[in-house]
């Protein structure tokens, strides 16, 4: 039975991975005053008007909302106005800057590569963007974008710049203690990926400027995806196969392992990311970041002191990046040292929850004004 003197998350899928799911659960570790620890997967026969707040997380969710009573949505992707979700235009291999339409996104779809071809999926695509888009807007529900990117879409797209605001994730802490850079793991010359094996991560750009640096430089991949074939066979093609070392998706000790063991973390996307989680993770590790200058990526590194920012796709620059920070151990040891004291001041999940608790007091304040009766 739930309480109408609780604030309740809501999101469908909290077990599987990703994302979403991350942060779902370093929230409900850190969970603040007056929250559920109940999640809500279901709102169609739920009496909404016995709720002091619902906090949803997922789109198909936001559209169960009825507007009786307070409600905040966290957009932690681009679907609520990129029908594809990527912003990625696989045939280019650039990032996309158009703005919601049907004529522009369909021609995304069929011609760029940015989704699905299937005609009854891209109408479907775009239906669900302009449905969240609407539900925003008849309840006036607050949105909270995980970074300055993703609010900027979303005034872009017509949501009043007063109800969109931006709170940057946090995350928790690992629960295994970790040490800034020694010169040994730096001697080491190894680099980390995380995150899935799929085209708009950039492996192909990684790969490539693998193939230019110290031959002694070796790539850690803790990850999966459907486009891992292709990018094994590139591997072979650029004489690289033998300095890369694929873990698949890794546990938590592994992967604590995978961090400890390199000099560096490489976050190379050629799409937009909302936010990009795998750069707080590794300042906790006190390893500096080599990122794409896309999206919401450069809100959360601070460039030549947490890590480098480079542009999206040009091998030459990445390639300069890992080999800078691979020949010089005292520049990448007070980078990672930096990137830890930036986490510790500005994305810890109990900063987050604090920033958060503020936020709830303002969206319940302003609908008791909006809604004097209840």
Same mark, same amino acid.
């Given at each position: ?28 570790? !850190? ?20 709720? =002091? ?31 594809? &979700? ?19 996104? #369909? ?15 891209? /109408?479907?695509?775009? =239906?669900?963007? +302009? ?14 974008? #995980? ?45 980390? +990926?995380?995150?899935?094996? $799929? ?23 803790? &990850?999966?995806? /459907? ?19 694929? !873990? &698949? ?33 590794? +300042?906790?590790? +006190? ?8 999206? &919401? ?14 542009? #999206? ?27 830890? #004291? ?10 987050? $929850? ?21």
């Amino acid at each position: 039975m739930y309480r109408n003197d609780l604030i309740y998350h809501c999101a469908a899928d909290f077990k599987s991975g990703g994302g979403i799911q991350t942060y779902l659960k370093s929230l409900f570790q !850190h969970q603040g005053h007056g929250v559920s620890h109940e999640l809500i997967d279901s709102l169609k026969t739920v009496d909404q008007g016995q709720f =002091k707040l619902l906090h949803v997380h997922e789109q198909q969710m936001l559209w169960q909302l009825t507007g009786e009573c307070p409600a905040v949505f966290t957009t932690h992707n681009h679907s609520s106005y990129c029908p594809s &979700g990527t912003r990625y235009l696989a045939t280019t291999g650039l990032s996309c800057d158009r703005a919601l339409s049907p004529l522009g996104c #369909a021609w995304g779809h069929f011609i760029d590569g940015c989704g699905s071809r299937r005609p009854h999926q891209v /109408w479907q695509n775009l =239906k669900n963007s +302009y449905h969240d888009l609407s539900i925003l807007q008849k309840h006036k529900i607050p949105v909270i974008a #995980a970074s300055e990117f993703v609010q900027n879409q979303l005034i872009r797209h017509g949501l009043p710049a007063e109800r969109v605001m931006t709170l940057h994730y946090g995350i928790s802490e690992p629960k295994i203690s970790h040490e800034p850079l020694t010169r040994d793991i730096h001697q080491a010359k190894r680099i980390l +990926y995380v995150g899935r094996v $799929v085209p708009y991560k950039g492996l192909d750009w990684l790969l490539k400027s693998l193939a230019t640096v110290d031959p002694h430089i070796y790539l850690d991949i803790a &990850g999966d995806g /459907w486009d891992r074939p292709r990018i094994e066979k590139l591997a072979e093609e650029l004489g690289v196969a033998q300095r890369i070392v694929w !873990h &698949g998706w890794c546990e938590n000790v592994k992967l604590e392992s995978l961090y400890r063991q390199c000099f560096a973390l490489v976050f190379p996307s050629l799409w937009p990311e909302p936010a990009g989680l795998v750069t707080l993770e590794a +300042y906790t590790r +006190y390893r500096p970041v080599i990122a794409s200058n896309l999206g &919401g990526i450069p809100e959360h590194i601070r460039s030549d002191q947490t890590g480098i920012l480079i542009t #999206a796709n040009h091998v030459n620059q990445l390639a300069s990046a890992i080999t800078e920070l691979s020949s010089n151990f005292s520049k990448s040891r007070e980078m990672g040292k930096q990137g830890y #004291a930036l986490f510790s001041e500005n994305f810890t999940m109990n900063h987050h $929850v604090d920033q958060l608790q503020k936020i709830y007091e303002r969206i319940i304040e302003s609908f008791s004004i909006r809604n004097p009766i209840r």
